[in-house]
């Protein structure tokens, strides 16, 4: 009799195990944990002031390409007809999406993304928006990202028009 109610306990503790095993397998891995990513370096190089700001201007003045001697600014080489396939901005360069906290920001009180995130994601709809898109101004952002790579990398997709 003792023996027949240990067997029991055992079927049932097992029976147990394994429904809870089977229920971990089918709710699947732990939902990711969303935290507030630290700025980026563009957003404090523009918001922080610095006392050297005349040399950050110089420097960028100097970053500026200018036409070869002998050429006017207006002029085009041979050269840069043939590669019109080049991308036309920063944003549409194929790049490594940013490390997973730093890909994104909120937006700001007043619904608007920051300079340097300027592209707005509705995580609802699952949808990215450029500026100078359709729908753009109308958007109220759940997220901010710096270029399309970073939305793309966390699962969104570029809206149609």
């Known amino acids: 009799m003792r023996r027949i109610i240990t067997v029991r306990v055992a079927l049932t503790l ?5 429904i ?33 700001s005349s040399a950050t201007t110089q420097q960028s003045r100097s970053a500026i390409p200018t ?25 549409d360069v194929p790049a490594e999406p940013a490390p997973h906290g730093e890909r994104w920001v909120f937006a700001d009180q007043d619904g608007e993304c920051p300079l340097s995130h ?21 958007t109220n952002p759940d997220r901010c990202y710096a270029t399309r790579v970073d939305a793309e990398a966390d699962g969104l997709r570029r809206a149609k028009r």
Do not use: N, W
Not at 14 to 18: K, L
Not at 32 to 40: D, E, H, K, L
């Open 20 to 52: 809870l095993v089977i229920i971990r397998r089918l709710r699947g891995p732990a939902a990711p944990v969303f935290t507030t990513p630290a700025p980026s370096p563009a957003l404090l190089a523009l918001t922080t002031p610095t006392s050297d």
């Open 118 to 138: 300027p592209i707005k994601a509705k995580l609802r709809s699952g949808l990215y928006h450029e500026p100078g898109m359709v729908a753009y101004q109308r």
């Open 67 to 91: 036409p070869p001697t002998g050429q006017a600014a207006g002029e085009e080489r041979d050269e840069d007809k043939d590669e019109d396939d080049r991308p036309t901005s920063a944003s």
């Open 14 to 18: 097992a029976c147990i195990a394994a």
